[in-house]
């Protein structure tokens, strides 16, 4: 049961001043200038194709994206909506509802998953579900259904790996993966605000002490739970297996490929984790020599590591891109005071302290008070919305340049989880939901939740790569399929 992306109630072109629209087209001249005769003949999306097949590693951050963000690059405000739109996925493909006997899973089965969260010209294939174990107190991140009987008492999903149909339109074959972060409330802040502990995950190369991470997320990347069948294995052991069975499984192709890694909140913090994780294992480093770039689209992150951390990330090649709301609190923590804008004569004794942490990679502003979409409120989850981030993005052109929309995406979109929209736009918040709340009519004319196919499974041959990356799993073969019965 998906969901229409546009919402036919309203009307986004007719409400766009005639200003808005003329400027739009201006800037699309613009745009069809620059290109020159060689593209003269192109539509709009073959255009786009045509930009992205030459300058993917730019928009990667092959040069840390100097000139590209103010102005916002038009190229890369489309990649990071599409990374953007992916991350959201993880919101609207989870099942939230406790009333429902799946809650805590996916509604959909990763074959059609993007059909079923509303992007179905995604060109990805899902690959893989991730799950966690419910050890580490965030009581807003992970659910649980109201039922005696469920899928799973301790599992939840938390994002998924997909890998591109093929390279034609993007330059390369990309394997993307998505981590499921909050989108109510922010509690999980000052729950997880605790204290830096070194990394020295097994199998690094480097086990340098003075590199850390905020310990609540570590533990929630590594902590597994034999007794659940989704948690036999960690979110760590399940993405670095799968981003070795199928970077092996493209790299003989002779294509370039990429890594792009993506999550909003707290799932922004996961992104990081596992781009450090996948590097220092050299899972991005192909037979040949050839090392895939490792990119990391997030959105309203907080600060992950320490100084060392970050210096660690820069030294692997990890770009980090970070799109962050000026008003938002999350990407201002840990580290309120102990961070990276501290004089250099105090940063020595910031690392010395268990709470000093630095932000990676670079940072791309956004302020929610410049879109005349969006209506005064001091409610920080309006702040924090991913949909608000992508309706900033698309409205966004640099530093003193008029809020202008620069593609179809309807602003109603805004208002999915939340009350942000003004009211005149006649956009009812917190409108995104299944039809009848998931409730079908049943061969007797009762109203019931409908059963749903198999809950996606743990890959049978997770041991065998945890094996040839020298993580040798704790669990037998015999407890895998003692599990699966």
Not at 91 to 97: A, I, L, S
Not at 136 to 164: D, H, T
Not at 430 to 440: H, P
Request: charged share 30%; net charge negative.
């Amino acid at each position: 049961m998906g969901f229409v992306r546009q919402v036919q109630a309203v009307n986004t072109a007719e409400r766009l001043p005639k200003l808005e629209r003329q400027e739009s087209r201006e800037e699309d001249q613009e745009e069809e200038e620059q290109d020159g005769g060689r593209m003269g003949d192109l539509k709009g999306k073959e255009k786009a194709e045509l930009r992205l097949l030459e300058r993917w590693r730019e928009m990667h951050g092959s040069h840390d994206w100097e000139g590209l963000l103010d102005p916002l690059d038009p190229l890369l405000r489309k990649e990071l909506i599409r990374y953007g739109e992916m991350a959201q996925a993880c919101y609207d493909g989870f099942d939230f509802d406790q009333f429902s006997k799946y809650c805590g899973s996916c509604k959909y089965n990763r074959r059609y998953f993007f059909d079923g969260v509303g992007l179905p010209e995604s060109g990805y294939d899902v690959t893989r579900y991730l799950y966690a174990v419910s050890n580490v107190n965030l009581p807003n991140f992970f659910k649980k259904s109201v039922w005696p009987e469920i899928w799973s008492s301790r599992a939840n999903w938390i994002g998924y790996v997909a890998a591109s149909k093929d390279s034609s339109h993007l330059g390369r074959r990309d394997v993307a993966v998505a981590w499921r972060g909050t989108v109510t409330r922010l509690e999980w802040v000052a729950d997880l605000m605790d204290f830096l502990k070194p990394v020295r995950l097994p199998g690094h190369s480097n086990q340098n002490p003075a590199i850390k991470v905020e310990s609540g997320f570590l533990d929630l990347y590594t902590d597994k739970d034999p007794a659940c069948r989704f948690c036999l294995f960690s979110a760590r052991e399940q993405i670095l297996t799968e981003i070795k069975r199928v970077v092996e499984q493209y790299s003989g192709s002779g294509e370039d490929m990429s890594i792009s890694i993506t999550g909003h909140s707290l799932g922004s913090a996961l992104a990081l984790l596992s781009a450090y994780d996948i590097a220092e294992m050299g899972l991005n480093v192909l037979p040949d020599g050839r090392t895939i770039p490792i990119t990391v689209f997030s959105f309203s992150g907080p600060r992950v590591g320490n100084r060392k951390f970050k210096e660690r990330c820069e030294e692997l090649g990890i770009k980090v891109l970070r799109v962050v709301n000026v008003h938002d609190t999350v990407p201002k923590v840990p580290g309120l005071f102990l961070n990276e804008r501290l004089p250099a004569m105090l940063q020595g004794l910031a690392d010395a302290l268990p709470w000093g942490y630095t932000h990676v990679g670079t940072e791309l502003k956004l302020d929610h008070t410049m879109s005349p979409f969006l209506k005064e409120t001091g409610d920080p989850s309006c702040f924090h919305n991913l949909e608000a981030h992508l309706h900033l993005l698309d409205g966004y052109h640099g530093t003193g340049r008029r809020f202008v929309l620069s593609s179809g995406r309807d602003p109603a979109l805004v208002n999915k989880a939340c009350d942000f929209l003004k009211e005149h736009h006649l956009v009812p918040p917190f409108w995104r939901q299944d039809e009848n709340k998931g409730m079908v009519r049943n061969g007797d004319g009762r109203w019931v939740q409908p059963e749903r196919s198999r809950i996606d499974d743990l890959p049978p041959d997770t041991h065998d790569h945890l094996r040839q990356i020298r993580l040798h799993p704790s669990s037998s073969n015999e407890t895998v399929a003692r599990e699966r019965r």
